[in-house]
């Protein structure tokens, strides 16, 4: 069984008025084997007439892009051509792979009369030989995700990989398992399969604990090796799971492009510059 080897609490990191936290990287940790970063924003309550979120048309190239919509509601377009809004409890899965350029904004409703929002982004990394694959993008509401209750007091609501029966929404082109699960007060869940898999698990609500040790909210729990990992809860808890293979490969990271050199990062920066990545148009309803 996996224990424990290290807590980490989220970096308070705010984007103007947008309430942010960032677990990954952090001060002790640069990142969880093929996942490179996390920022928790929220959870918060925009007034009416708000200006929304900040994150209008910018590039990537070379990792994907998960976006968990816990609260609230996010608009998504992208020089590829795809655009949605996706409420609470969906998710956005952008592979931006050879080069994307997409926005991420609140819908005009949201902005006219406010509500609550809390939103996950997760960069997983993507090897050599996928860096440089055409970009997707899947949107998904909260009812095309497969939630699995486990009758020990947790649904997993699965968004790729299996659990049981069940396959999650979106084929990843790795084999990431990715998940957010609420777990009741009292109730447990176990995860196996892990061995040499790369765990990232934080908590987003409550606190939760693996073999004894305590994680409350806003915290990332780095884990010892093992095959499995059982966590249990004594109040209502709300967490992200996910675990992957490990890209054993150079990570040089500059700005929105992730890849394997400095050589790469420079031609990610003339091709964009040569608006070989498209334009992505705001849409906003």
Known sequence: ????????????????????RRPVPGPAIGHVGAFLFLN??????????????????????GFETVTFILAGELAHTDSAGHASIIRAGGIQWMTAGSGIVHAEVSPADFKRDGGPMEILQLWVNLPARLK???????????EA??????GSGATIHL?????????????????????WVEIAAGGSVT??????????????????????????HFHLAE???????????????????????????????????????????RQAFLDY???????AEIVEA
């Open 223 to 265: 884990l010892t090796p093992g095959d499995a990992v059982t966590i249990t809860a004594s109040e209502p808890a709300l967490f992200l799971f996910g675990h992957a293979a490990p890209i054993d490969e150079p990570i040089v990271a500059h700005g929105p492009f992730v890849m394997n050199s400095e050589a790469e990062i």
């Open 1 to 20: 069984m996996r224990t424990v080897k290290r807590v980490h609490p989220a970096f308070r990191d705010d984007i103007g008025d947008l309430v942010t």
């Open 191 to 216: 995860f196996s399969g892990l061995e040499g898999r790369d765990v990232l698990l934080y908590a987003v609500r409550g606190m939760f604990h693996v073999e004894g040790t305590p994680v409350a």
């Open 132 to 142: 440089m694959t055409a970009p997707r993008y899947v949107g998904a509401q909260a």
């Open 40 to 61: 928790h924003h929220g959870p918060q309550a925009y007034p009416p007439n708000n200006r929304g979120l900040p994150f209008g048309p910018h590039p990537h190239r």
């Open 273 to 279: 510059q040569a608006g070989r990545f498209g334009i």
């Open 159 to 179: 968004i790729s990989g299996a659990f049981g029966d069940a396959t999650g929404t979106v084929d990843s082109l790795t084999g990431v398992f990715l998940s």
């Open 145 to 150: 995700i497969p939630a699995v209750a486990t």
